[in-house]
């Protein structure tokens, strides 16, 4: 517990992400025992005082880690308030006794399986630019998509930031004359990512729904604006593809 540095002893203490974290701390929103921290800066949980936004915050004598999956509808945004008063996904969490907290986003026109816990550590190797971790959605598109579009998708294509994304997983489910309902695996989690995609590529997005997480974490059955706790299963299921990433990272030598 010594020598802990500070975004990671957020992140332990259940407040939020690793990343988010480190964005508070550079907003100059943290001390340590009175005085502002930058990143790098190091703690000892045991002794040391930590505050956010004048309010002290202390570890928990016994931390217990929980997760759950919520359905998102479309309609709400992803965070945990809003000064604009629009509706957040925390609404449709608030009789959960833990605080937890939304691991990485849908954006407000998007649906489907988004994950909450208090366990830091896992939200931040689950969102991960770098960790690579398979998100599928399930994505209605106008007109119909032809095969070299969805060629171009599979293979990556040019965002309008000049950013090229990685190869996805494309599955035709349905189609007529004018759409496409496809199924989209990618591995990463840019900013509206599926939407820019398609639109690199000529495709409107109708709808968007993600509807599973390191492939055995599904969506299934369970109703928009309802949640449940996470199966032991599901739980081991995202920590392995954590640690298979991290792995992988350091073969990389990144």
Do not use: W
Request: net charge positive; proline share 4%.
């Amino acid at each position: 517990m010594k020598d802990t540095r500070i975004q990671k002893a957020m992140a332990d203490m259940g407040l939020c992400s690793r990343r988010r974290a480190e964005q508070i701390i550079l907003e100059g929103r943290v001390k340590l025992n009175g005085r502002p921290v930058k990143l790098g800066d190091k703690m000892d949980m045991n002794t040391d005082v930590l505050s956010i936004d004048g309010q002290t915050v202390r570890p928990p004598k016994k931390k217990e880690f929980k997760y759950y999956m919520l359905h998102k509808p479309r309609g709400y945004i992803t965070t945990a308030k809003d000064d604009r008063g629009r509706k957040t996904v925390m609404e449709l969490i608030s009789d959960i006794p833990e605080r937890v907290y939304p691991v990485g986003r849908l954006d407000k026109d998007s649906e489907g399986l988004l994950l909450f816990t208090n366990d830091g550590n896992l939200a931040n190797a689950l969102t991960h630019p770098s960790h690579e971790i398979a998100k599928m959605y399930r994505v209605t598109v106008h007109p119909k998509a032809e095969e070299e579009q969805i060629i171009a998708l599979s293979d990556g294509v040019y965002l309008d930031d000049g950013s090229k994304t990685l190869p996805a997983v494309i599955r035709v489910v349905a189609e007529d004359d004018e759409r496409t309902v496809m199924e989209m695996t990618i591995k990463e989690g840019k900013n509206r990512q599926i939407r820019r995609m398609c639109e690199a590529v000529g495709l409107q997005v109708a709808r968007l729904s993600r509807k599973s997480i390191a492939g055995s974490v599904k969506l299934g059955m369970l109703a928009p604006g309802k949640y449940r706790e996470l199966k032991p299963s599901e739980i081991l299921a995202l920590k392995a593809a954590a640690t298979k990433a991290r792995r992988v990272k350091r073969a990389r030598g990144e």
